[in-house]
Each structure stands twice: as C-alpha cells, then as structure tokens.
C-alpha cells in the first residue's frame, strides 16, 4: 500500500504565490482513513477572497486577449504536468479522501482529460454569422464573463476543481476558487502547477476555508461575475439567493437519488454487479449514484442473491474508501435506524465497519417502498435500496418520483423499450445496459432539486461565456 502525501499546512494560492491567510487562523482536519490528525487548512476570510479577486482582476484582459494557440498550449501543458506529477496528485487525493488507490488514479486521469479536452477546443469557432438583409452583416460572438467564482465539495476535489477551471479558462475567464476546506491540497497543487507551466499570474487563484467565511465572500464580491457551485441543495439554494439578488448566472450542480431500472429481460448478472458499482463507488459519495435500484418483480428474489454475492466482495479498507468526514459518517450511520424504523428489510451491511477509520459496510436495503425516507433522501454513503415494481408505466412512475434528476439507467434487452423508458425519465443523464459511464464529453447536469446548467462538453464552455450580436451595415 502507497503511503499517503500529507501536506502538514495549507495556505491559499493567489496571483501565483503562495499566500498565507490575513488572519494567520488554520483549521484543523482529520484523517478518514486512521480518524487522527489530518493536515491544518488557511482558514480563509473576506480580506483573502478581496486579494483573490483583486489579482485576478488585474489578470483578466491579459488573459482574455490571449490568442487561442497560447491558451491551448498552457491548457496542454498543464495536463502534461499533471501527468508528469500523477502519482502525488493521487496520494495527496488519497490522503484526504482516503479513496483506494485505483480510485485516485482514474479521478486523476480523469482531471487531466478536461484540460486536454478543453485545450484542443480552443479554436472551434466562436460565433455565427446570421442572414439577416443583404446590406447587413451580422454575426455572433462569445466573450468571457471575466472573473468565475469556483466551488467545489469534498467527495471528488481534483475532478470537481478540473471540470469548472478548464471550460471556464478556455472561454477567457480567469478564476477565483474554493475546494472543500476538508479535501484542498490537490487544488491548491493544480493551481502550482498551473503556475509552473507559464499561467500568467492572477489567472488562477485558490482561497482555502469556509462555504461561510470564504463561499459566500466569493459570490457577494461585486467583481465575480459567474458562480459555478457544486455541493448540496440547501447551500445551491442560499447561493442562488445571493445570485439572484446580484444577476449573475450559476451552474448548479446539487443532489442526487438516481434511479437504476431493471426489466426481467435485462441481463441480470451484469445488471446486479453494475447496482453494486453504482452505489459504492467512491463509497457512495457521487451525487449521481445509483442508490435507487428498481427491480421488475418476476426477477426480484433472483435479483437480490446476484446483488448479495456482488456487494459481499466490496471490502471495507480495501476496495471501499472511508466516509470522507466524520460529521457525514455518523449521518450514514443515522439512516441505519431510519430504514429500521420504516421497515425496510436488511440484506447486507447496514453499520459501521470494525477498526479504525470512517468505514460504513456495503449496505442493501430490500422490499424498500419509494416513500420511505431512505428513497428519497440522499444518504451520501455506500447504501443502496431496492424497489419492486410490476410494469413499465410502474417504473417511470417511481423513477420520477423524486425531487431530485440527476441521472436514470434502464436495463433491458428490448432496445426499443430501453429508449422510450430513457425518453421518460426525468433526469439529465440517461444510460442503457451500462453505468454511468460518463466522459468529458457528455455535458453533465441535473433535472430539478439536481440543479441547472451543464458542466462537462462543448456545452460547459456556452455556460462560462456571454454570447454577443453585433450588426454592422454594409
């Protein structure tokens, strides 16, 4: 087993520099792996964001002006560094999140693909020209919004950081940042790098702390004029307040309670070990887990030994990180005595696992009905519930029935079924006969409480543009 990278302090990086923060205060973490000593985070304040902003304001028409070849090459030559530097991105994620290792790796791999990605989109074109009136030529335009307001959550920091920053820089706009003041240091390594590489100064800045100190000073400052968020509802909900108050558009990336749909055509072996996957993947802290799993009822029971066998091989401590903070663990843990209470029927795990950490066993709740708590609330750990159901027209009902549309998957043979159920979920992502096999080009986002706009694709970068027409008589 690698050791874990831990950085002991932490300080904020802005205008390409290592800054300590204006209140010389730290925040202490723990370590979800042992429960000890994690590293001492910048807790950041208003006077920091206020310095964040200003040297990215200083940064931004440099930055704008840039031809589309050098911001490529920066792009480019970023996630070379990254590459070159994959091993310590991935122990530093580790040493935070205390993900396995493979785990680390592809959220890595999978960071560095946005830079490359957005790095070769670079000179697509960016407007319209418009046949209006022969004696007009008239045409469109993208511009940056100028200063991006970054925050991201704890369960994916590097992948979360990448897939704003990325589409963001590439659409001309530099950045002011805030990772999770629990999961910070491959960000604030990213920006390094980033520097490193030949960013101009200014054109990348993180701030550490709080969503109340540091968050909340992002989206107020007058000078921030995009918010790109991805967290939890209630906070997605304060900050829309705040922005709606100031005019500013948000990308709203939020909740999750995705619905996974089993016909009894469906290919049950996979379907079960791929239910498995989708609800302990990064120990279940993925907003677009498939923690609902609805079952045709002609397969139920054999349903259910497939998926018993397939979650009885995830293993805490080895295949299965820890519960990224102690507050989230004992929130798990609280659901165990909700799903009792509602009585729904145990299959597999359903407490916390022996020895030290923040481990939660593998958990499969049956004979769930789409009422209980534990189907409707995001529970944010490796706990996955299973819904019988009898028709089609039964399992869009339930599907749907959420407040939440992040994603949806449906498993069947009858390819045309599989399409029409797929045209009806309510949900932003639709995957048929696979998981949640997302990459950095499908646009990404949510239906409902999941939030709006789409991080990911050609379409993040609409989202991190103003879109300008101008006409001129000829």
């Keep these: 087993m690698n050791k874990p990278i831990t950085l002991a302090k932490l300080n904020h990086w802005i205008d390409g520099a290592t800054a300590e923060p204006s209140d010389a205060i730290y925040l202490d973490n723990v370590n979800p792996m042992t429960g000890g000593p994690g590293p001492s985070v910048a807790a950041g304040s208003r006077a920091d964001v206020d310095a964040a902003v200003a040297a990215a304001k200083r940064s931004a028409d440099g930055w704008r002006r840039f031809n589309a070849a050098e911001r490529g090459r920066l792009m480019m030559g970023l996630a070379a560094k990254m590459r070159e530097n994959r091993e310590t991105l991935a122990e530093m994620e580790r040493a935070d999140t205390g993900k396995p290792m493979p785990m680390a790796y592809a959220e890595v791999d999978g960071s560095i693909a946005y830079f490359e990605f957005y790095g070769s989109l670079v000179y697509l074109p960016k407007g319209d020209v418009l046949d209006v009136a022969p004696d007009q030529h008239v045409f469109t335009k993208r511009e940056p919004y100028g200063i991006v307001g970054v925050i991201t959550p704890w369960n994916l ?60 000073a992002i989206v107020r400052n007058p000078d921030v004029r995009k918010v790109a968020f991805t967290g939890s509802v209630g906070v997605g909900r304060a900050i829309g307040h705040i922005a709606a108050d100031r005019i500013i558009p948000l990308t709203l990336e939020l909740g999750g309670k995705s619905a996974n749909i089993v016909f009894d055509d469906a290919d049950i072996d996979t379907a079960a070990t791929e239910a498995v996957k989708g609800f302990t993947l990064n120990a279940g802290q993925v907003c677009s887990a498939g923690t609902r799993v609805l079952v045709q009822r002609s397969v139920y029971d054999v349903f259910l030994e497939k998926m018993k066998s397939a979650v009885q091989a995830i293993v805490p401590g080895e295949n299965l990180g820890p519960i990224i903070t102690p507050a989230q663990f004992q929130r798990v843990q609280s659901f165990f005595k909700v799903a009792e209470g509602d009585g729904a029927r145990l299959v597999h795990g359903g407490a916390a696992a022996e020895g030290d950490g923040f481990y939660i066993q593998p958990t499969v709740y049956a004979d769930v009905s789409n009422d209980m708590r534990i189907a409707q609330e995001e529970i944010f750990g490796p706990v996955g519930v299973v819904i019988p159901f009898d028709t089609e027209e039964d399992a869009i009902r339930i599907a749907n029935d959420s407040d939440y549309g992040l994603i949806g998957t449906v498993w069947s043979q009858n390819i045309s079924r599989a399409l029409r159920v797929a045209d009806r979920i309510d949900a932003g992502q639709i995957f048929v006969n696979v998981w949640n096999t997302m990459s950095v080009q499908t646009p990404f986002g949510g239906y409902k409480n999941s939030g709006y706009g789409r991080e990911k694709g050609i379409e993040a970068i609409h989202h991190y543009s103003h879109l300008k027409t101008v006409t001129v008589k000829i």
């Design 157 to 216: 920091p590097l992948n979360q950081a990448a897939r704003a920053i990325a589409p963001a820089l590439v659409a001309g706009n530099v950045i002011v940042a805030k990772p999770s003041e629990i999961t910070s240091q491959t960000t604030i390594e990213m920006a390094r790098l980033a520097t490193e590489v030949g960013f101009p100064n200014g054109v990348i800045n993180i701030v550490l702390g709080t969503g109340k100190e540091v968050g909340e």
